[in-house]
């Protein structure tokens, strides 16, 4: 990953395995409010989500000396990290809580001290509810404080690590959260989806400001690198439907190129400043906003892959006896996804990788 190192890493984040929820100091994120407010354990056999208590969840809070010692044992040498920003700044984006930052200082300082590298997440999903009230990513005024937090954890935790992600899965909790309504804050919206997207590049540009700051104060080390991660599923074209690259294209500028060309490149694609236009939607991209995104790109990718996504245009009918469940649609793009009941046969008679792209053309 760095220097030709490879780090055999695991992954997780504060809100799914810390608890701690109400202690020294912390107070609710965004995702304390939504397993509160949508608590839900659907029966035996059943496909339904489940959304569990965080309250103690795994109790890190409590037990990370002896989950830093069965990683060492485990030969584990990385652990990527979603640190709690509603731990570390409570109750607003100014006031640091002391206990927030000796938690972290300490188990950062149990990683390093069996060896494990502690790689953090500066931000996963889980707005600090103070934050949220405000209108959380749709506000533009949440970019200072994430500024003042970005600039605490460089300071505090610098020390430890020389990788760093600013965020992870921006579309996932975008699309989910300002679209489909499926995670929190809960939205179908299309005017606060943009606005969450813009706001999310602009704060992976305002976190590598402060980064190159803490590079220049010795907070963090002059090799030190900053990266986003990022969940994108490569496209398949269903069989039975046209192969066209168009399609692909069309599928990756906004699947992929839209999470990662703004803070890679510093620019859009072209679809996404369409879209706001022809909708009409309500998010002025400043020049000022580009500048700031061309000043200060990020370093490195983090890829999450789960999955391919079968995918047909949106205008292609698709008989439901073919699917399991109806197509998704998304406000944008030419493209449907859709989960075809034929996959096993489809991936094993894929036998011809097109080029250029990332899909396969599949025989049925």
């Known amino acids: 990953m760095k220097k030709d190192k490879f780090y055999f890493s695991v992954s997780t984040n504060a809100f799914q395995i810390e608890g701690g929820r109400n202690l020294h100091g912390r107070t609710d994120s965004l995702w304390d409010w939504f397993t509160k407010t949508y608590y839900h354990i659907p029966p035996v056999n059943s496909t339904a989500r489940e959304i569990n208590s965080i309250v103690e969840a795994s109790d890190f809070y409590h037990k990370y000396p002896s989950d830093v010692k069965i990683l060492s044992k485990l030969g584990v040498d ?31 300082s149990e990683l390093v001290a069996g060896n494990v590298k502690p790689i953090p997440i500066l931000f996963h999903w889980d707005t600090p509810m103070w934050a949220e009230i405000k209108g959380g990513w749709t506000n533009r005024e949440i970019l200072t404080s994430f500024k003042n937090y970005c600039a605490a954890m460089f300071k505090y935790l610098g020390k430890y690590t020389d990788i760093w992600f600013v965020n992870d899965e921006n579309k996932s909790f975008t699309v989910d959260g300002y679209l489909t309504g499926q995670f929190p804050p809960c939205f179908q919206d299309e005017n606060a989806f943009v606005k969450a997207v813009h706001h999310l590049a602009l704060s992976g540009a ?22 986003i991660d990022d969940d994108w599923s490569p496209p398949v074209i269903m069989a039975g439907v046209d192969a066209d690259q168009k399609l692909i294209d069309n599928y990756n500028a906004w699947m992929r190129d839209l999470w990662l060309d703004p803070n890679l490149k510093g620019t859009y694609p072209q679809e996404f400043l369409d879209y706001i236009k022809s909708k009409k939607l309500d998010l002025k991209i400043t020049p000022a906003d580009l500048k700031l995104l061309q000043d200060n790109k990020l370093d490195f990718i983090g890829w999450n892959f789960y999955r391919p996504y079968f995918i047909t245009s949106k ?19 030419d493209f449907q996804i859709v989960l075809p009941k034929i996959i096993p046969t489809i991936l094993n008679e894929c036998d011809q990788l097109h080029p250029n792209t990332y899909k396969r053309v599949c025989k049925v």
């Open 78 to 108: 990385a652990f990527i990290y979603n640190l709690d920003w509603a731990r570390v700044f409570p109750t607003d984006g100014t006031k640091i809580n002391p206990m927030g930052i000796q938690f972290y200082d300490r188990v950062f």
């Open 206 to 227: 305002i976190a590598k400001a402060e980064f190159k700051k803490a590079k220049e104060l010795g907070y963090v080390s002059p090799d030190a690198i900053l990266g």
């Open 315 to 333: 205008t292609a009918l698709i008989p439901e006896d073919q699917l399991h469940r109806p197509p998704g649609k998304l406000p944008f793009g």
